[in-house]
């Protein structure tokens, strides 16, 4: 039996996409969570802010963020704590409605970036050859810093194909790159909490989102 090849997942997903219609000159950020109405709003909204400072062009230059929950509150609004995370990182709330997972987010997704194990296992058991495109936030993180940049396309190149190369990488070193604890690939549910746990959070996820957005955009934070 030859070793499953570790752009397998993404290659099938490029046959969807020509399927589906959707333009292959994009490529589909997935943020995940539970109810999709507080870790994964300030994720999807912090990475589009983070594009945003280091691209500039309000298109990314295809790429396209979005986020969803495993038992998402459909139509809800962010957390208003969410909102408040958001706004001290100078970030775009507005606009914003809940969605619950469907197939066709994951079919769609280049990248599925999750807040915890469970909710990356449940995205993986939905099938649509998720598994070598599905992360945990700080699992892509710590997987990320461990990529040479320099094996990677120059952004003259697109961004599009710099993070299609990024995603394959990752995924061949997930089997090498273990976590120190089971732990470190979480983040914790705000749900219910104070305005200081949600900020925490907050900066918790924008500390594991600035060198994923460096590697993916070949360009550093703005200081």
């Not at 969803?68 to 409605?97: I, K, R, Y």
């Not at 200081?196 to 060198?211: K, M, Y």
């Amino acid at each position: 039996m030859t070793a499953p090849d570790a752009g397998r997942g993404i290659w099938d997903m490029e046959e969807t996409r020509t399927f589906t219609g959707l333009p292959r000159d994009t490529f589909r950020i997935l943020h995940v969570s539970t109810g999709n109405v507080c870790r994964s709003p300030i994720t999807e909204r912090l990475t589009r802010h983070a594009l945003a400072n280091r691209l500039g062009d309000p298109l990314w230059g295809g790429l396209v963020v979005e986020s969803a929950g495993t038992w998402g509150h459909e139509g809800a609004p962010m957390e208003a704590n969410a909102e408040a995370v958001l706004a001290d990182f100078g970030a775009d709330a507005s606009g914003f409605t809940g969605r619950e997972l469907l197939d066709e987010h994951v079919i769609m997704a280049d990248l599925v970036l999750t807040a915890t194990r469970d909710h990356r296992a449940q995205v993986i058991s939905m099938g649509h050859s998720a598994g070598l495109r599905t992360f945990t936030l700080k699992e892509f993180t710590r997987l990320v810093r461990a990529i040479d940049p320099t094996t990677l396309p120059p952004l003259e190149d697109g961004v599009v194909d710099r993070a299609r190369a990024l995603v394959r990488a990752a995924a061949a070193l997930r089997g090498w790159l273990l976590a120190p604890t089971a732990e470190a690939d979480e983040v914790y549910d705000p749900y219910g909490a104070p305005l200081g746990f949600f900020r925490s959070v907050g900066d918790e996820i924008h500390q594991a989102l600035d060198p994923v957005v460096t590697a993916l955009t070949g360009v550093p934070a703005r200081a």
